[in-house]
Nanobody, 125 residues
Framework: QVQLAESGGGLVQAGGSLRLSCAAT????????MGWFRQAPGSEREFVAA????????GYGDSVKGRFTISRDNAKNTVYLQMNSLKPADPAVYYC??????????????????WGQGTQVTVSS
């Protein structure tokens, strides 16, 4: 079993930055693809970013390309999401997820096996 815990959410002004972290316990994340997704009230879950176990494959959702950066530190069993130039369209609960297969599922949320509880991001205009 893998337990994922997101942190770093909060309130930020439009144009500002936040850094989300996703720490894992129970098992090493070193061989898992890690993804970030978000869901706003009344909206479907949206793919934000994903990074393969090696870091060689990275993907971003169209709405965050050029503004968000995903990274990982396997030694710390942690994945990060640096969010810059936040917009009023970005507020949501942000979730991290882990895929235990060797594939790179990218934005296919149904391929991820473990999910965190989420952290709220709010952007004020």
């Amino acid at each position: 079993q893998v337990q994922l815990a997101e942190s770093g959410g909060g309130l930020v002004q439009a144009g500002g930055s936040l850094r989300l972290s996703c720490a894992a316990t129970g098992r090493t994340l070193s061989y898992y693809t890690m993804g970030w997704f978000r869901q706003a009230p009344g909206s479907e879950r949206e793919f934000v970013a994903a990074i393969s176990w090696s870091g060689n494959s990275i993907g971003y959702g169209d709405s965050v390309k050029g503004r968000f950066t995903i990274s990982r530190d396997n030694a710390k069993n942690t994945v990060y999401l640096q969010m810059n130039s936040l917009k009023p369209a970005d507020p949501a609960v942000y979730y991290c997820a882990a895929d235990t297969s060797w594939a790179f599922p990218g934005g296919a949320s149904n391929e991820y096996d473990y999910w965190g509880q989420g952290t709220q991001v709010t952007v004020s205009s």
